[in-house]
């Protein structure tokens, strides 16, 4: 795949890259990420099962309690965070679990990131810029 460059909008600073893990549901960290082990317990999302550990985490927007925010910071703490992440609409769950947790995060992209990213991707997030860069 040829690299390709996407803008969008930045909303944690930092750049870091991943193979990405794309989800087509929203998610809610409190109840859905063990923080322990960073790997997706929710059954009812179609990333069960999956690690987010040192993945690009690409997922339409978060839900849910606004205790999602330190369970983000939580992930980071126990080192099994997503290394980025990229939503379509970041929500302030997300973003203020992203900022406390110092972990690059972009939305708003010029096309779906639902659509054009697939799993295992190698995926570059410049949140300090707003873009991504697929490898």
Avoid: C, W
Avoid at 77 to 94: L, Y
Avoid at 124 to 132: A, L
């Amino acid at each position: 795949m040829q690299k390709r460059k996407l803008n969008g909008r930045s909303i944690s600073k930092g750049v870091a890259s991943g193979k990405a893990l794309v989800s087509s549901q929203r998610i809610s960290f409190l109840g859905a990420v063990d923080p322990i082990t960073g790997i997706i317990v929710d059954q009812a999302l179609d990333v069960y099962g999956e690690e987010i550990t040192d993945r690009v985490l690409v997922f339409p927007s978060g839900k849910g309690s606004t205790v999602g925010s330190y369970v983000i910071y939580q992930l980071k703490k126990h080192g099994k965070s997503p290394s980025a992440m990229i939503t379509r609409r970041v929500d302030t769950i997300v973003a203020v679990g992203a900022i406390i947790a110092d972990i690059p995060v972009v939305d708003s992209l010029e096309i779906d990131p639902i659509e054009l990213i697939r799993d295992g991707d190698e995926v570059f997030v410049n949140g300090s810029e707003g873009y991504i860069e697929l490898r």
